[in-house]
């Protein structure tokens, strides 16, 4: 077996390089066939969604928080997110999307999309890291400090910029 074969391991498609993007194909299909599942359903839209979001969003959640995920990857998830959730209400997919992205404050349905998924997986794969005294929490820490510096080093500099800009503000005005 090569390197850039593809297989099967513990539920992921990947090759001995690293590259996931078997898995990702994976998942697309599995969103594709549970939205196609509910085209022409005789349940009720809300079971409909529910469904939906138990077989498509389900396989989405098992590999969000261990693949990195593309912005344009993810895009075009939720894209299937929400024609699968205007099937479940036999709606045409000209139809507007923010019915079914919106939370329900703002008039919308709050149905679950991919990016609510991998943040959630996330945050739950953060706090297992964090639970014991081992290796794993060693490493978050790690991670989570060097995040912070990163941050602070933006943050300085874009304070850094606006007060250089504000200065020189003040004295052209004088």
């Known amino acids: 077996m090569n390197l850039n074969d593809e297989c099967r391991y513990l539920g992921y498609w990947g090759t001995g390089n690293g590259d996931m993007r078997a898995t990702k194909e994976v998942v697309r299909q599995k969103i594709i066939a549970a939205r196609d599942l509910i085209k022409c359903h005789p349940i009720t839209p809300e079971l409909a969604t529910e469904l939906f979001t138990s077989k498509g969003m389900g396989v989405f959640r098992f590999s969000a928080e261990l693949i990195e995920w593309s912005e344009s990857e993810l895009n075009d998830v939720k894209r299937l997110c929400v024609q699968a959730y205007k099937n479940a209400w036999h709606l045409p997919r000209s139809t507007v999307s923010a019915l079914f ?3 329900k404050t703002h008039a919308g349905q ?8 991998l943040t ?8 297992r890291c964090m639970r014991h005294e081992d290796v794993s929490k060693k490493i978050m820490l790690v991670g989570l400090n060097l995040t912070l510096d990163e941050i602070m080093m933006i943050a300085s500099i874009t304070i850094q910029s606006s007060l250089v800009r504000l200065i020189e503000g003040i004295c052209a005005q004088i």
């Open 110 to 117: 709050e149905n679950t999309l991919p990016m609510a998924v």
């Open 101 to 103: 992205i919106f939370p």
């Open 120 to 127: 959630q997986e996330l945050l739950l794969h953060a706090e």
